[in-house]
């Protein structure tokens, strides 16, 4: 379903990503771990075209993304509060994004509602603009949104960031849900290996720009992870 | 402890992305405020020189010190809108065991050196060179100046004291305006008189300097208010700007909802517009704006040529356009990668930002009508500037704006803020003024300069007429530039 081929990006000089080839399956949850500054982030910005590769791209359903739109229709994303407009409403926030995926009034109701236990009170009625949400509700806005409309790509950034222990429970638990139930591709970067090996069947740990790793979540990986992690 | 703040202070300046990047813009306002203090010390000058030519029959410090006080009351409510409050950015020292003093008296000192405080000096030092001392010894002449200086100085710590206070009690804020407001009418209607009262404060100075002892205790008392409102308020939330905790109900316009996708982004644009403070100002200040006809229409009436009309006309009904085009995507950077992944058609998306301008540009065109009072030509010029501000210019300020990087920061307001302003919006200044008159003189030239009126009408009416082609060629230009934008956007500040 997503495909990398011959991708780097180098900044003035450096390179900062180098895959030389990587396909992602419908359906699979993938994870990315790796220090800062490993290119989970320009990975991440290269597969929503946000940035421009210095070679190679990547590919969703056969379609370089930078060539077509069609992937924005059916991909949801959320890497960080660049994402959110800030001087709205969540509400509106909501509203604007399900008019942009097409969906209807109805339809933005019956999803906010089932979002009502991921919100925690904490979002919703609260008359508040994005901006002066906390970090955490921000995230909370931004996971939210980026699954409106029940995408066939979920791309998400260190979700588990600044979110409260039950969000974070709340979130792998729906994560799964997504997966099995709607066979949601899932493209997932965390700092923590645990949340990650949790939620995802194959992890791909990134070093100064390179695959180093790539392997089948079972019962080993956390500590084969941690080993690999540990100074 | 004051040396640290002072290091960092000149750190934060020099290192901030504007002073680095925008050495042209530095350039350009370090050039205006040269200008500006060239002409008050000109006027300064001028004005002392002269003086018993210009008021006769009075005496010449006496009738001086009465326009002090309205000068008081001037720069009060002008210093009110525009000045800054400086302050230091005190979050990262407060967890540090810095004393709270220190902080305080830095940012209150820090305050005197500010641009106001000194344009006064330019024009009051020539009057006490040419005039004062020629009537009164040195030592006076000296304690009159520094009447002048303590009374700016308490002026700038009462500004700080009001700005701060708009924060916490925004009662006492309007106490004062409307008392401030009660004194200009009381002098108004010749019930108190402002040019007495500051002809007698100042006289009595300079008969008694020792009096300039209750200045200094005047301006000592408001430096101890302040000191002591930011003492018992120091902490970030309540120093800074408050934060907006109503939302404002824009309730989505119905004719707006029909509109589908295209009106979702025009109602998107209109809350950003009404919701940040920078963005804000530029709404309270469009009434000025457009009063600005007042100031050049009376003069221009009677002049043969439509040239400097032309100018005008660009500017009237243009203008509210150059702001909006000219920043079209530095106001959406904080949120440019949403757009980005979104699934808005960037074709949509531009046209959007063209069906604004056309709305913004009739309007100030339906307001400007009025003007015709100061002569038909005036309507004619502005309607065929209209024309092309919309049929031409909407486009070279939209393809224009591809190039501009920088994200604005919204949460400032507008006046004296050049932050995300790039040498590319300043530079498209000159075609957007000089492309019409330049169509217009050869016709003028050749004496048909109605023809050239028409002229420079059908190009912004064929503009209109094939938008769809030239919006395309820009959303070419769009997706050729989003990359660099976006990557520019993604860098803060």
Not at chain 1, 46 to 57: E, M, Q, T, V, W
Not at chain 2, 46 to 71: C, H, R, T
Not at chain 2, 286 to 304: A, K, N, R, V
């Amino acid at each position: 379903m997503i495909e990398a081929k011959e991708l780097t990006k180098n900044y003035s000089g450096t390179t900062v990503l180098n895959i030389p080839e990587l396909k992602i399956n419908k359906g699979e949850s993938f994870g990315l771990v790796g220090n800062n500054g490993a290119g989970k982030t320009t990975f991440f910005r290269l597969i929503l075209d946000l940035i421009r590769p210095n070679s190679g791209g990547v590919w969703i359903n056969n379609k370089n993304v930078a060539k077509s739109n069609n992937w924005k229709l059916f991909t949801g994303s959320y890497l960080d509060e660049g994402f959110l407009i800030d001087f709205l409403t969540p509400e509106e926030y909501f509203d604007f994004v399900g008019n942009t995926k097409g969906l209807s009034k109805g339809d933005i109701d019956d999803f906010l509602k089932t979002y009502k236990e991921f919100f925690d009170g904490q979002v919703l009625g609260k008359k508040k603009y994005i901006r002066d949400l906390s970090s955490g509700n921000q995230m909370k806005v931004g996971v939210a949104a980026a699954l409106m409309g029940t995408p066939e790509i979920l791309v998400l950034d260190e979700p588990f960031n600044s979110l409260d222990p039950s969000t974070q429970i709340r979130l792998k638990n729906l994560l799964r849900k997504l997966k099995t139930e709607k066979q949601v591709t899932m493209l997932i970067s965390s700092h923590d290996l645990n949340h990650v090996t949790e939620v995802c069947e194959r992890i791909v740990v990134l070093q100064e720009g390179d695959i180093v790793h790539d392997i089948k979540t079972d019962k080993d990986t956390l500590k084969e992870l941690e080993d690999y992690f540990a100074v | 402890m004051i040396k640290w703040f002072i290091i960092h202070q000149f750190k934060q300046s020099f290192r901030s992305t504007i002073w680095q990047k925008n050495l042209i813009i530095n350039i350009i306002l370090g050039f205006f405020v040269f200008i500006i203090i060239l002409e008050v010390l000109v006027g300064g000058i001028y004005l002392a020189d002269k003086w018993q030519e210009i008021f006769p029959d009075s005496d010449p410090v006496s009738k001086f010190n009465g326009f002090i006080g309205y000068y008081f009351a001037f720069a009060f409510i002008l210093r009110f809108f525009m000045q800054n409050v400086p302050v230091l950015t005190i979050q990262p020292y407060l967890h540090l065991p810095v004393k709270k003093s220190s902080l305080i008296n830095y940012v209150l000192v820090k305050s005197f050196l500010n641009f106001f405080n000194f344009l006064p000096l330019f024009f009051v030092i020539p009057f006490a060179i040419l005039q004062l001392s020629q009537f009164y010894p040195l030592s006076t002449v000296w304690v009159w100046l520094l009447s002048i200086i303590l009374l700016v100085l308490s002026n700038n710590l009462l500004i700080v004291y009001l700005k701060k206070q708009l924060v916490a009690n925004s009662k006492i804020v309007a106490f004062f305006g409307l008392f401030i407001a009660a004194l200009l009418l009381l002098d108004y209607f010749k019930l108190i008189s402002f040019s007495e009262l500051s002809t007698a404060i100042f006289g009595h100075i300079i008969e008694y300097p020792y009096l300039i002892i209750i200045l200094v205790l005047i301006m000592l008392s408001i430096y101890i208010l302040n000191y002591f409102f930011l003492k018992s308020h120091l902490y970030p939330e309540e120093i800074n700007i408050k934060k907006e905790k109503k939302t404002n109900a824009i309730t989505n316009i119905k004719y707006l909802q029909t509109l589908g996708i295209i009106g979702e982004i025009i109602a998107l644009d209109i809350k950003l517009y009404w919701r940040n403070k920078r963005t804000k100002t530029i709404i309270y200040m469009t009434p000025i704006f457009l009063l600005y006809g007042l100031f050049f229409y009376p003069q221009e009436t009677s002049s043969e040529g439509f040239g400097f009309l032309i100018f005008i006309g660009i500017f009237m009904t243009g203008g509210l356009m150059l702001n909006y085009l000219n920043y079209a995507f530095s106001w959406e950077g904080r949120y440019f990668d949403y757009i980005l992944t979104s699934n808005i058609d960037a074709e949509k998306y531009i046209r959007v930002k063209f069906i604004i301008s056309l709305l913004v540009c009739t309007f100030s065109f339906v307001v400007t009508i009025p003007y015709v009072l100061f002569g038909v030509k005036i309507l004619l010029i502005n309607f065929i500037t209209f024309l092309f501000n919309i049929g031409v210019i909407s486009f070279v300020l939209l393809y224009n704006a591809t190039f501009n990087k920088k994200s604005m920061d919204l949460s400032k307001g507008a006046t004296f803020n050049y932050q995300g302003m790039g040498a590319s919006n300043w530079l498209v200044m000159l075609p957007v003024f000089l492309l019409p008159i330049f169509i217009y003189f050869p016709f003028n030239y050749f004496g048909v300069p109605y023809t050239g009126l028409i002229v420079v009408g059908l190009l912004g009416i064929s503009g209109l007429l094939f938008n769809k082609s030239i919006l395309k060629i820009i959303t070419k230009q769009f997706y050729k530039r989003k990359y660099k934008m976006a990557e520019g956007f993604r860098e803060k500040g």
